[in-house]
């Protein structure tokens, strides 16, 4: 396969890292963006001008839109965007605070959204393009007290659904990426509120000592997600969702099966609501 050209956010740890660890190793170029450089300088050292590596948080608009160009400039076409950067918050909704909710959203919903506007119009001038987005099984079911980075999730499918068929005319695709719990650093990034005691008998406090005690189940293999990751890139016919882990795939399937059950129960009523 000739190489690609890529451009990812979030490459300090995790998918992000093991995505450009693989792409410069099979020949690709990767623009990475994170917030601290020095992560990447042993891969920089090794592949040289193959990897371009730029400071990027993405709750900086004006610094996501100036990044995005220079990577454009610098590597010219850029076949595919990975919008990876973002976080869990952890806690019930009336426990996270007012600041907490607020980086959650600005980071893993309008910083995707923002990169991905950013990325269109020069998407658009190369005559195409490929855009993997990093949602989670949880853009489609939800735990208790991930209720606000079930928010930020639910909330970028939707925007991602609806922007691949406004751009489909343009050549560019779009990929939702949903893994289960998977074995990367996701855990020890996570941000969590304080508790209160008044939660620690119900379902939140179940899945708050499930986490600590270890009981939690996490299964996925980061390095194997990797790869399918890269295989939907490189096909010519990529997925709009993409998803990935046995626990991702279970659960996601009975969230689907109880929504279209509640939907068939409610058609009486749905259908007797037009207009005579």
């Known amino acids: 396969m000739t190489p690609r050209n890529w451009f ?3 490459t300090s740890s995790g998918f992000g890292r093991g995505l450009t660890e693989k792409l410069l190793a099979r020949g690709d170029r990767v623009a990475a963006t994170l917030r601290k450089t ?12 193959r990897l371009w590596v730029a400071a990027l948080d993405v709750t900086d608009t004006p610094g996501v839109r100036r990044v995005v160009d220079q ?6 076409r850029i076949d595919v965007i990975v919008n990876n950067a973002g976080y869990g918050l952890f806690g019930g909704a009336e426990e996270v605070t007012d600041e ?5 959203i600005d980071t893993n919903l309008i910083g995707s959204i923002t990169v991905i506007r950013a990325c269109l119009p020069h998407l658009r001038a190369q005559g195409g393009g490929h855009v993997l987005q990093v949602s989670s099984e949880g853009g489609q079911m939800t735990y208790p007290g991930f209720s606000l980075y079930h928010a930020t999730k639910w909330g970028i499918e939707g925007f991602v659904e609806a922007t691949a068929k406004e751009v489909a005319p343009f050549g560019i695709a779009f990929t939702l990426i949903e893994p289960g719990p998977t074995r990367t650093n996701f855990g020890a990034g996570l941000v969590r509120s304080l508790p209160m005691k008044v939660y620690e008998d119900t379902s939140v406090g179940e899945v708050r000592h499930a986490m600590a ?3 939690f189940k996490v299964t996925g293999d ?6 399918a990751m890269i295989a939907a890139a490189d096909s010519s016919a990529p997925p709009l969702r993409l998803t990935l882990g046995s626990i991702a795939y279970g659960s996601i399937h009975k969230a689907l099966n109880d929504r279209l059950a ?4 409610s058609k009486t009523i749905a259908l007797s609501t037009d207009t005579d």
């Open 100 to 104: 907490q909710v607020r980086h959650q």
């Open 71 to 76: 990577a454009f400039a610098k590597l010219g």
């Open 222 to 227: 980061a390095n194997k997600m990797v790869d």
């Open 262 to 265: 509640g939907l068939a129960a």
């Open 213 to 215: 005690s270890g009981e």
């Open 38 to 49: 020095a992560a990447l300088e042993d891969l920089k050292a090794q592949y040289g001008d």
């Open 8 to 10: 990812i956010t979030g």
